[in-house]
């Protein structure tokens, strides 16, 4: 039977001493469940660095391109438009004036792809059921997740080894 | 740790200056045109050039300097004494603007053409009758009241005081906490630093207007004076972020961690962004109206035979290469990425100011030859050569800092 241990801290400085005295055990941590950033606690449970840039990236790539695909068929091919007596009907004579609305296309693909991004890898979009093991920690309460499952240690060693921590509650369940 | 400046880096300085010298020698006799009116305008030009592009690399350091104290930021203050040391160039750079400015209003050269007193009588009298003055312009003749020479040597004169007097205010300053801990003196030099802002704000401009826009005279822009400003904070920013890259791998600077050359990174690449949008809306929003007294500066430069292919070259350069590079994290924290982006856009900055005055002081006149490069080289060797040897006049890292531990402790 595999168990899955909520320690719960009372402080985040606490929950990072923890979190390194139990990595340098070799103790895998799966997740910490904070109400607010940890500034530092990614290198020490081993969380890669996200890619949500390289992402956001590519959706204002995606922006630009649209941008420019639909103002050169909405402007140029469809209906060509004189305004303020630039009646060159080409794209590249006419680029410097599409390029304000480009960029604000880009920056708006961008920022909402990656925001709805970001609420969908984390499961966090509205309407998600919570994901949280305690309310408590939308609060003032820390907690973090260890399991046997993706521990070599046993569930008797690892419970020997939270306890030595500055911990303020333990709740070990058990999982399939 | 005190910077020792000697060995090989100070002879190189000193042989780039000597190489400028000799440049600025020979070049007075080489890039004579033939033509009396234009004469030795191509040298005054390029003296102006260089003159205006490393003083203002110095007066974007006191400005970020001011910056980082009226925003009370924690992170500058181990590189602190780096941006100090690149004032040491700021009063040759004054000294060099007004040789160039008092030798216009001799006239010994004629990159202002506002400065022929001549353009501003609609009559003049000719044989004891009024004439109609042929020279007359009816558009300088306009601004007759700003270019009048006691307003413009005021000006000048008031920027320059500012600029030395804060400079040398706020390195007092330093020093002086160095040898006593103060935190009066540190709100001091808070309080004044915004007080330099402020002054800052409109002497940028106004400064960007009356020696590099005036040039062509009949052209104006508003926005003018924030694209210099846009541009010189750049270039100072590449400068401080290669030189603190070599002189960590020399042993100096070790408090300066992979945080603060990311930081550096970072504004390397922001404020290269904000020169690029500053250059498109200035010159997106005269190209869309397309109004004739407005539009003169670019058509003799982007729509001209010689100029406009290097003016797009140095615009996407200085645009797209930080861009495209320095956006990810990784290559910001990475001199392999930092090195080539700096050096280029380095060179893309000076470009851009050659730009700025070039094609309105030589025309179709211009060349661009060994004297440029030279005088370049040697004006690079003259900055350097004086930031270092400022360097060395004080602790590398501030002592008595309010936030010095803060900024040590810098991480992310």
Redesign the interface.
Known sequence: MNKVFHVMYDDDDKLMEAARELVGKGVHVNEVYSPFPI??IDPIIGVKRTRL?IAS?MYAMTGMSLAILGMWYFMISDWPMNI???PSFSLFENI??F??VTFEFSVLCGAHGMAITYLLRNGTLPGMPASNPDPRTTDDKFVMEITTSTNSLNAKKLEAAIKKTALLELSIKDVK | MEFKFEGRAKLLTQILMVVGLIALVIGYFTTEDPDPEIGHTRWWANLLVNGFFYFSISLAALFFYALQYATESAWSVVLKRFFEAMWGFLPYGAAVMVIVLAAGEFDIHHLYHWMDGSLYDELIMVDGSEQPNPKYDAIIAGKSAYFSEGFFWGRTIAYLATFLGFAHLFRKWSLQEDAVPSLDLHYKQFRRSALFIVFFAVFSSTMAWDWIMSIDTHWFSTLFGWYIFSGMWVSMIIFTNVCMLWLRTKGYFQEVNESHMHDLGKWMFAIAMLWSYLF?SQ??LI????IPEEVTYYVSRLFSTEYGTPFIAMFLINFAVPFYVL???DAKRNPKFILPVAFLIFAGHFADVYLMVIPGTLFEHHDFGLFEVGLFLGFLGLFINRTLSTLSKASLIPKNHPMLQESKDL??
Do not use: D, E, L, T
């Open positions: 500034h530092g840039a990236f303020g007596g630039k410097p004036s390029i304000p | 498109f010159f997106m190209w869309y109206s397309n956006i990810a994290r991480h992310y």
